[in-house]
């Protein structure tokens, strides 16, 4: 046998040795080489090197390459299912329409790869990371499988040979095991080692763990071979406790005791359970036999000890915990583990390291092999307890959630998986069982009713647990598998579960206990809410709501009765433990009642789905009054925190109110809460009820006829919106169907017109606001129609509006017309309203649409909307609004507005008649005694005759007994009637001088009325009870010592009825004595008054009483028939007063108006001036000397002083202006079409044919052969990189702006700009500037002189451009205008990048600054241009001229530029005007000769003639300057067309004109010179050679005359656009507009240039042609000096010579319509510089760089790489879109903003950071907007949340 160390030599051989022995059948030796083998490459105390790892790799291949051995595995790979895992941040897709299981999640190549076009689809982040269910048909349909795996794969895969993987079978068990003792050796207690470093361990692991990753990724057959390995339960035995030999091993056994010890868990060994399989059953084994009784304590000794350690720590101001010992679980549960097989100690350990992410991507790749994943779905279960125990220990409990949701929604989402194991290993049972124990370990006593006796307890809201939701993955399970029917029945079906859940519930019921404060403000406000509300949502309700979901149909009646009776006991036990009997504690909330809302949802599940009986599941009376009291004190705490009863408490208080009506909580909230008062107020006596709510929101003393009164308990600024609080939800109470008998699309429906009706929404924020149905995972919204269905049926799409400069907006929503006309209901807008303000702004938008369709003008009422009929189970509810305790408070409210009573309001009054409405059309049945008379007899012990409304509508009311202060006026009024009868005076109430009233004077007490009531019913359902529950004496009303005046009772004569006060009460409101004459009850239609105010609800009322009752429309006539005036017992009329109160309130808001009115008109006129910049002095600025009378100076307004005046030397004024460096020049192409952006790897942008670019080759060129001084003077530079400079037209004294600035340096607030780098905001129009520029005092008189033409002959007025150039600059003297002149210059300067601006050989020169200068006027000047369109024809002033300040500009450059003289010998002024001969010898000597005429730019020449002659220049100079370079330019044009033409039709053409040549005028035919021309060129024979060849290929047709003039015309264009601007701004000249084809002839007409053939055919471009000496010694000297370059090569002086000035208008890149396409590209795509893939990757959307934003890989001297980016592309100005979020970001300078995205999803709105990835198209406004932003540089005045990014973009 070989030696081991020969076999370490060469790994390939020996491993395809053995493998050839181990194939043989008699293999026992070769499997003893292997073992040894192993056992030395497999030493574990090694450590783990890379050697072993290779040998492993060798051996698993025997003796093949391990990538050869990888493909052939692969081959045979049979699985059907894609599987692929991910980690947190993947982006994955969830398609509604094919998933089975809301869970269910695709990656993107099954989604690309899939047909979902038109499905329900979105893309998402994934938080925990997840796994492709493509292909498994349990998780989604079929027909959404990507094509991959929708072919069945399996069965066409050829089987494996038994050979491929023999080595695998034998090698990697050894390989696991080696994993599993480093684990074990690794593992350091908490205890034991403060530093463990569990990373550590995990790091060395990280390659071993890697290859069995991409083990499981080689497919199907490796996997199963894994699976072998991993559950085989016999080589666990025989190498998990090592042999008798292996003294390692044996101690890493011992190592895996310890630790199994220390996690509190204990091996069962097997005690007889039945063979191997048995082992998932025993661990169970009595999880079914659990109870709430018994009193064996949960946790041991030492566990408790330490837990009062833990609370030593945490005790901070924190209540004492609270053990149970009630809750005997099943110890078995939480206590016992017993790993039989590799996988399951894997698990094991993968737990106890807190879920690395290696392993746990290694577990879940494994899941497509299905024998493994149900093993390792009872493994995963089998240690649930323990997952959870460590979750609750861990540190970073987060992290570890993430992990074990991502296993558990794999395993869990599968129903039929799920039930499996519910049925074998009790997951439910476990489940429950450690939400038990995990609630357990926070729970306090309950101070809620009887604070030291209450033997409830609840959770901690302040605890950990609850505070970072740790109890998430658990729920979020459970969630999960109630979604399954099969699972969820088994639940409702096991009683001792439920009882158990029930107990779990009950931990919640009451939590987080708020008590009103009386006297101080709390010091420490607790934001345990958020934890409270979560918890019950998360743990309460969307189970509660899992379970509702298959409590759907007849069948399943029987789980309803079930629950419901559990909720009824637990309930009961609840009422016992906190020790309530009748009256609910003062001054304590708790918003946290899940138990009433489990029995409430699952009673009206039973009624509505179940057609059960709903007397059949309500308890007695009794139990009804007490399931009342909670819901009905939290309806009334709402009203006191809004009336701010509850301030002291906090805002948080404010946030609890808020969050139980917000659209995610009001569905498992408010709602059940208002059912279930529904029910019970249907059930209960109605006056017991009606008297608990005015009790409850203690308004009770209110109630009273008389004008004062003394409230015990509220202040009376509290006492109306109580009141109002108290009606309202009656209203709600009466009228809210939602759980009554709506059907849920009715439900749908009402919910969303009510959010429409508040604002217009977005489709998104519809969709939150919109409670669903919160199983949050059904996707669906219930019902049979569709949310889109229903949102077109109710809503009009209003499509975004886009005005550059306006906010961008998103589509929205708005109600249609008849929405408003028939749908609005007030109600349920008022119950679904987060914000009191959302119900004014909805009734402010009701009354503009009935003001817009003219139904209604004044400010309307809510109207009363009909309801939908009840279910006859609910039709008690009816009742309360036929009984007389309401309708006595209904009668003594209308008798109190009508008096002027305090506290009443326009919104009483309405909810008031909104209640009678209500009765009338809601009859209760019994009532047909309606029409008979009533006997007066009967009823003097009380008010009313009977119960009906209708009746007791016309019932007159005489005498009313009440209770008043002494001081009240109504006693007042008593003693002066007793003194004109002279009878003495009695105060006392059996006064018997009105003996006769007194046996029919009404009294009545609420309070009283509901103790009786109460009394009856108790007495009724048990007698001894009401010993103990004697109704308290009416101790509210004992008064404090030293309180205010006795009260006494008085006797008020009432004689009125409920129609007499309405009637009265609708003259008041419409301020006429007889408002309502009879005529108009003859004619009343109740249909007419639908829409209105108070007086149309009056109408209306009176309209249907008249109609259904002849009783009432008799009365009726008769109080309308007295029409005397209503003499009320006060002194002074109240009709007079309530109308002075209404007018006074009316004139207020009329003055209101009118103020409003005014400053909007002044605002809009400042808008105006301050937009409209050529405002007076502006246009004078412009138009110098024509606005003006000739003698006066200009005179300038500065916007901080104020003062009008001049500007002078000593003090200037200047210009507001932004300086900017820009490269939109340098970007713009040749071509029309912008470039597209690259989305596939065969696209790419080339940026060599920019602007920029070109002229960057070309000056490179030239320096390259000539003079670098005369290159400098031939080009112009700032394409990119130039400074733009823009006015917003405002000026200031320079002195004036110094103070300014140092204001805003002392100023501490943070602006959006800083100071320190010149920045501010205009004092006026706050437009962002950095810079003044200095104004040129001027003078009217000589510009009018200058302007005047002149009809000097050419050759004088060339002579004298000649001399005033050369006249020497004067150095200006020193005045304060020099100075900010200077500064200006250096403001320029400090704009752009240095690199801008260097150009020559040696930096700094004059040669360079010269360049500088004249180029940022060129800059200027083009920019117009482009902002003009790029052409003039538009004429006139554009919106771009009004932000030019060019004619300043232009004087602070001259008086710059006249300090460099030109030196005359090289003055380019003497070469274009004469031809001179003696020169050319001496210019070829030079070794850099001057740079040629032809080449040169002319354009620049120009700036740079007009800039050094001395200012203010004669127009006719200016004419002579353009002539003369009109005729370079032309000659230039014919140069580079004769380049462009073939050889042949050089020939003809050279032919032609020398033909011409002769002819009179000769040099002004372009035939003659174009020939001339080419009969120059030719000359030198490298001209004309290379490019021939090239161009004629280009050119295959012929010129025609007309091309070549159009040639010709297009090529001196931008020439004459220059020169014309120029000349506007300089003289003020105007540009008049005309059609494209004339713009030619209309530009030289406005230079001057129509030579002197005048003639009405349309000229041809050389007419205008003026030559100084002879054109063709001209020409022919220019072509000389080309000529003369002999050393240069052909190709370049023929590129020099064809430079086409013509460049389209600059254009971001094209994007794609569908934003996917980009994302899909990019969102991976690695970056060029770094190599990784960026976090956050950005595009340029100038230029299409990708990349890195805020990476730090990319970082250069400390600058990001967006940052970099922007001042490389864009001159600092950057535009990226960032991938990741669909919204771009604008970088300018040392600022950002974010602009806003220009790609919106299919209803308008935008996705930032792709939070609902819904697909996003290309909004082309959006993107024209943009793209109009970046050219006029307007991104720093429209933008206005500008932030510094500190180069960390």
């Known amino acids: 046998m070989m030696a081991a160390s020969q076999l370490r030599r060469d790994k390939k051989s020996t491993a395809a040795h053995l493998k050839a022995d181990l194939k043989r059948t008699d293999n026992s030796s070769a499997l003893r080489q292997l073992q040894e083998l192993l056992d030395s490459v497999l030493n574990p105390e090694r450590g783990s090197d890379p050697e072993s790892l290779e040998w492993c790799k ?111 079978e034998m ?267 995990m609630m357990e370990s926070c729970l306090i006593k309950s101070e809620l009713q009887d604070e030291e006796n209450n033997r409830h307890v609840v959770v901690n809201c302040g605890e950990a647990l609850l505070k970072n939701n740790t109890y998430w993955p658990l729920v979020s399970d459970f969630i999960n598998i109630l979604s399954h029917q099969s699972v969820a029945k088994r639940f409702l079906e096991d009683h001792s579960l439920l009882l158990l859940w029930m107990s779990f519930v009950s931990f919640f019921q009451g939590m987080n206990l708020n008590k009103r404060e009386l006297n101080e403000h709390v010091e420490f406000e607790s934001q345990t809410y958020y934890a409270a509300f979560a918890a019950e949502l998360e743990a309460c309700a969307q189970p509660m709501w899992g379970l509702l979901t298959h409590c759907k149909v007849k069948d399943t009646q029987e789980y309803t009765k079930t629950l419901v009776r559990y909720c009824l006991e637990t309930l009961q036990m609840w009422f016992d433990a906190i020790g309530f009997v009748d009256e609910p504690a003062p001054n304590q909330l708790t918003f946290h009642l899940p138990l009433h809302r489990y029995y409430a949802m699952f009673l009206s599940k039973g009624v509505k789905c179940q057609g059960l009986d709903l007397d059949s599941l309500l308890p007695d009376q009794e139990m009804l009054m007490k399931i009342m009291v909670h819901p009905l004190q939290i309806q009334a705490s709402l009203s006191e925190i809004h009336s701010n009863m509850w301030v002291r408490n906090g805002l948080q208080i404010k946030g609890q109110a808020m969050t139980y009506v917000q659209s995610h909580f009001c569905n498992s909230m408010i709602d059940p809460d208002i059912y279930l008062l529904q029910v019970c107020a249907s059930r209960l006596d109605p006056d017991y009820f009606i008297s608990s709510v005015f009790e409850r929101f203690k308004v009770v003393d209110l109630l009273t006829m008389a004008s004062q009164h003394q409230n015990a308990v509220l202040d009376s600024e509290q006492e109306r919106p109580m009141l109002e609080g108290a009606l309202t939800f009656l209203v709600i109470l009466c009228s809210l169907r939602i759980h009554l008998g709506m059907s849920d699309d009715e439900i749908l429906r009402a919910e969303m017109v009510s959010q429409l009706c508040m604002n217009d929404r977005t489709h998104s924020s519809l969709l939150d606001l919109i409670p669903e149905n919160p199983n949050p995972k059904s996707g669906v919204v219930p019902g049979s129609c569709s949310f889109e269905e229903m949102l077109s049926a109710v809503a009009d799409f209003k499509a975004p509006v886009f005005e550059p400069g306006g906010s961008m907006q998103q589509g929205m ?182 003996g006769q009233n007194l046996r029919e004077a009404q009294v009545f007490s609420l309070v009283a009325e509901r103790r009786r009531k109460f009394q009856e019913i108790i007495n009724r359902s048990n007698h001894e009870a009401s010993q103990a529950v004697r109704p308290k004496s009416s101790s509210s009303r004992c008064l404090p010592p030293g309180s205010p005046p006795q009260l006494v009772t008085e006797i008020l004569e009432i004689r009125e009825s409920m129609l007499s006060l309405l009637v009265k009460l609708h003259q008041k409101l419409s301020a006429k004595q007889n408002s309502l004459s009879l005529s108009w009850l003859a004619e009343v239609d109740p249909g007419r008054h639908e829409h209105g105010d108070g007086i149309t609800a009056i109408e209306r009322i009176l309209a249907k009483a008249a109609s259904r009752s ?116 340098g970007h713009r192409c040749r071509s029309d079409t912008p470039k597209r952006l690259p989305t596939t790897d065969e696209e790419h942008i080339y940026p060599e044919d920019t602007c920029g670019a070109t002229h960057d080759v070309r000056l490179t060129l030239m320096q390259r052969y000539f003079k670098d001084s005369s290159c400098l003077q031939s080009v112009s530079i700032g394409w990119d990189g130039g400074v733009y400079v823009q006015t917003c037209g405002h000026t200031l004294h320079i002195d004036c702006h110094k103070s300014y600035m140092e204001s805003l340096r002392n100023d501490q607030v943070l602006q959006g700009f800083s100071v320190d780098k010149g920045e501010f905001t205009c004092p006026l129009c706050r437009q962002f500037a950095n810079s003044v520029l200095p104004c040129r005092p001027g003078r009217g008189t000589e510009t009018g002189a200058w302007h005047t033409a002149s009809n000097k002959s050419m050759s004088t007025l060339v002579k004298e451009v000649e001399d005033l150039q050369e006249q020497l600059g004067i150095f200006p003297a020193e005045t304060n205008l020099s100075k900010e002149m200077e500064s200006v ?60 300040c060019l004619n300043q500009l232009f004087h602070v450059l001259a008086m710059h530029m006249r300090l460099y003289s030109i030196d005359s010998a090289y003055n380019p002024w003497t070469r274009l005007t004469q031809s001179t001969h003696s020169r050319e010898t001496e210019y070829c000597d030079e070794e850099h000769p001057e740079v040629p005429m032809l080449f040169r730019d002319v354009p620049s020449l120009l700036i740079i003639f007009i800039l050094t002659m001395p200012q203010p220049l004669r127009k006719e100079h200016f004419t002579c300057v353009v002539k003369v370079l009109y005729s370079l330019q032309y ?140 054109a063709y010694d001209l020409i022919a000297q220019w072509c000389s000096e080309v000529i003369a370059l002999l050393d240069t090569p052909t190709q370049q002086s023929a590129s020099l010579l064809v430079q086409d000035p013509q460049w389209t208008a600059p254009r971001l890149l094209q994007l794609p319509d569908n934003y996917n396409t980009i994302f899909q590209y990019y969102h991976r795509k690695s970056c060029s510089s770094c190599g990784k893939t960026p976090k956050d990757p950005a595009l340029c959307l100038v230029c299409g760089a990708f990349v890195c934003l805020k990476g730090h890989c990319c970082k250069q001297q400390g600058v990001c790489e967006c940052v970099l980016h922007s001042q490389h592309c864009g001159a600092a100005t950057g535009i990226f879109l960032l991938i990741n979020a669909s919204v771009i970001i604008i970088i300018r300078g040392h600022r950002f903003c974010l602009w806003g995205s220009v790609y919106l999803d299919a209803h308008g709105e935008e996705d930032r950071d792709l939070r609902r990835g819904k697909p996003l198209y290309l909004c082309e406004e959006r993107y024209r907007v943009l793209e109009q932003q970046w050219v006029s540089h307007t991104f720093d005045h429209i933008n206005k949340r500008w932030g510094p990014h500190y180069n960390g973009l």
């Open 1385 to 1444: 210059i250096k403001d320029i300067k400090n704009t752009t990048q240095k690199k801008y601006m260097d150009y020559g050989k040696n930096p700094g020169s004059p040669d360079n600054d010269f360049l500088f200068m004249y180029s940022v006027a060129r800059t200027n000047l083009e920019l117009e241009l482009v902002h003009r369109g790029g052409n003039l024809c538009s004429g006139g002033a554009s919106a771009a001229a009004k932000r030019s």
């Open 1531 to 1670: 000659t230039q044009a014919l140069a580079a067309l004769s380049i462009r033409i073939s050889r042949e039709e050089r020939q003809a053409w050279c032919n032609i004109g020398a033909a011409k040549k002769n002819m009179p005028n000769s040099d002004k035919s372009w035939e003659s010179l174009l020939g001339h021309v080419i009969s120059e060129l030719t000359k030198a024979k490298n001209v004309y050679d290379t490019s021939s060849e090239e161009t004629s290929v280009l050119n295959s047709s012929v010129w025609s005359p007309q091309s070549v003039e159009f040639t010709l015309q297009q090529f001196c264009l931008p020439f004459l656009r220059l020169s014309c601007l120029l000349q506007h701004h300089l003289y003020g000249d105007s540009l008049p507009g005309c059609p494209m084809e004339e713009e030619f002839s209309l530009l030289i007409g406005c230079l001057g240039l129509v030579g002197s053939v005048k003639s009405s055919v349309p000229m041809s471009s050389a007419a205008y042609l003026e030559w100084n000496s002879n």
């Open 813 to 994: 929503y708005t109600p249609k017309a008849e929405v408003w006309e028939k749908e609005f209901d007030p109600i349920m807008v008022i119950l679904r309203t987060v914000y009191r303000r959302d119900v004014q702004s909805a009734m402010d938008r009701y009354g503009a649409f009935l003001k817009q369709s003219g139904v209604h003008t004044g400010n309307p009422w809510p109207p009363y909307k009909e309801r939908t009929p009840l279910h006859p189970c609910y039709r008690g509810l009816a009742r309360l609004l036929h009984c007389k305790t309401l309708h006595i408070v209904i009668f003594t409210l209308l008798y109190k507005i009508w008096m002027d009573h305090q506290n009443m309001s326009e919104h009483v009054l309405c909810m008031v008649l909104y209640l009678i409405e209500l009765g009338m059309d809601n009859q209760v049945q019994e009532d047909k005694l309606e029409e008979e008379p009533c006997i007066e007899e009967h009823c003097h012990d009380s008010w009313f005759p009977g119960t009906s409304l209708l009746s007791n509508l016309h019932h007159v009311i005489n005498f009313v007994r009440v209770r008043v202060p002494e001081t009240a006026p109504e006693v007042e009024r008593k003693r002066e009637r007793e003194r004109d009868r002279e009878t003495p005076a009695s105060t006392s109430a059996d006064s018997s001088s009105f």
């Open 171 to 437: 090698v990697l068990p050894r390989f696991i095991i080696t994993i599993i003792q480093y684990l074990r050796d690794g593992y350091t207690e908490p205890e034991s080692a403060a530093d463990r470093d569990l990373q550590k361990v995990l790091q060395q692991l990280e390659s071993h763990i890697s290859l069995l990753e991409e083990l499981t990724k080689m497919g199907g057959a490796m996997r199963t071979v894994l699976t072998k390995i991993l559950t085989n339960q016999q080589t666990f035995k025989e190498l998990s406790m090592g042999q008798e030999e292996n003294v390692y091993a044996k101690r890493s056994y011992e190592k895996y005791l310890s630790a199994l010890k220390s996690s509190g868990l204990v091996s069962v060994e097997e005690k007889g359970a039945g063979g191997a399989g048995a082992g998932a059953a025993d661990t169970a084994a009595g999880a079914g036999a659990l109870s709430l009784l018994g009193a064996t304590a949960a946790a041991s000794l030492e566990d408790s000890i330490k837990e009062e350690d833990q609370d030593g720590l945490q005790g901070v101001g924190q209540r004492k915990r609270v053990k149970l010992s009630s809750t005997t679980k099943d110890p078995s549960i939480m206590d016992t583990l017993k790993h039989k097989c590799f996988l399951e100690e894997l698990l094991f350990w993968t737990i106890k390291y807190e879920f690395p992410q290696k392993m746990v991507t290694f577990l879940l790749n494994m899941l497509p092999d299905q024998d493994y994943k149900i093993t390792f779905t009872k493994t995963f279960v089998q240690h649930y307890a323990f997952i959870m125990k460590t979750l609750m220990k861990s540190h970073e409990s987060d992290t570890m959630s993430n992990r074990i949701v991502h296993i558990s929604v794999q395993l869990f989402s599968n129903e039929e998986l799920a039930r499996h194991v519910t049925e074998e290993c009790q997951l439910l049972d476990i489940m429950v069982t450690v939400l038990l124990y």
């Open 58 to 168: 060798w051996l698993l291949a025997g003796g093949d390459g391990f990538e050869d051995f990888c493909r052939t595995v692969r081959s045979y790979d049979n699985a059907t299912l894609c599987g692929l895992v991910w980690t947190a941040n993947f982006v994955a897709y969830r398609c509604r329409t094919c998933g089975i299981s809301p869970c269910m999640s695709l990656c993107a190549e099954c989604f690309n790869n899939g047909d979902h076009t038109g499905h329900d689809f979105n893309m998402f982040r994934s938080q925990a990371g997840g796994a492709c269910d493509c292909g498994d048909g349990n998780v989604m349909r079929e027909s959404g499988f990507c094509r991959r795996h929708r072919l069945k794969t399996g069965e066409n895969v050829p089987s494996v040979p038994r050979d491929l993987l023999l080595m695998s």
């Open 1110 to 1225: 002849r009783h009432s429309k008799r009365c009726l006539q008769e109080i309308c028939g007295k029409v005397c005036p209503p003499i009320p017992p006060k002194m002074t009329s109240p009709g007079d007063k309530s109308m002075n109160k209404e007018e006074r309130r009316q004139r207020a808001r009329e003055r209101q108006q009118k103020l409003l009115a005014e400053f909007a008109s002044r605002q809009k006129s400042f808008m105006e001036t301050a937009m409209d910049v050529e405002s007076p002095e502006a246009d004078a600025v412009m138009d110098v000397g024509s606005a003006e009378p000739l003698d006066s100076e200009i005179l300038y307004d500065c916007v901080i002083c104020g003062q009008s005046g001049p500007s002078t030397e000593d003090r200037p004024t200047g210009l507001v202006v932004l300086l900017q460096a820009s490269s939109v020049l």
